[in-house]
């Protein structure tokens, strides 16, 4: 299962009312068995969002902050690596399902599931992933046994 970008930076917020409930939905998938992963874009948007200024809706780390949390993440997820294949699969589903504008990331990260055989996605974004056929959508609160 893929860990969407959204669910990790809830892991970098103290004070987020989703915090909590993000961290017990990992503990839950990963008790139940569920393998949890990232791959680079989601750390490419993390950093984005972490280091740019809270009054443009980031969370103004430091480098080296999000360079720590970046090393976290790794150590707590397994990073699958990009491939060629995986352009050529975000083209084909961007063409497939109309995909216009930011969504476009979301479709990347559906090729990336595709590439790497996985079917599930833990997010906040219950309508984002939805419209892809065979994607499991998990929404944290639903995860927690």
Same mark, same amino acid.
């Given at each position: 299962?893929?860990?969407?970008? /959204? *669910?990790?930076?809830?892991?970098?917020? #103290?004070?987020?009312?989703?915090?909590?409930?993000?961290?017990? *939905?990992? =503990?839950?998938?990963?008790?139940?068995?569920?393998?949890?992963?990232?791959?680079?874009?989601?750390?490419?948007?993390?950093?984005?969002?972490?280091?740019? #200024?809270?009054?443009?809706?980031?969370?103004?780390? &430091?480098?080296?902050?999000?360079? *720590?949390? !970046?090393?976290?993440? =790794?150590?707590?997820? /397994? !990073?699958?690596?990009?491939?060629?294949?995986?352009? &050529?699969?975000?083209?084909?589903?961007?063409?497939?399902?109309?995909?216009?504008? =930011?969504?476009?990331?979301?479709?990347?990260?559906?090729? *990336?599931?595709?590439?790497?055989?996985?079917?599930?996605?833990?997010?906040?974004?219950?309508?984002?992933?939805?419209?892809?056929?065979?994607?499991?959508?998990?929404?944290?609160?639903?995860?927690?046994?």
């Amino acid at each position: 299962m893929l860990v969407d970008t /959204s *669910a990790l930076l809830r892991t970098l917020q #103290p004070l987020h009312p989703q915090r909590e409930t993000v961290r017990a *939905a990992i =503990k839950s998938l990963t008790a139940r068995g569920r393998e949890l992963h990232i791959v680079s874009q989601n750390l490419f948007e993390l950093w984005v969002v972490a280091t740019r #200024p809270v009054s443009q809706n980031g969370l103004w780390l &430091s480098a080296v902050q999000a360079t *720590a949390e !970046l090393t976290r993440l =790794k150590s707590m997820f /397994s !990073l699958l690596p990009d491939t060629p294949t995986i352009y &050529s699969v975000w083209e084909s589903l961007v063409i497939q399902y109309g995909v216009c504008g =930011k969504p476009a990331h979301d479709a990347r990260l559906v090729a *990336a599931m595709r590439v790497h055989g996985l079917t599930g996605i833990l997010t906040l974004d219950r309508t984002g992933f939805s419209r892809y056929a065979g994607i499991e959508v998990v929404y944290p609160p639903d995860a927690i046994a």
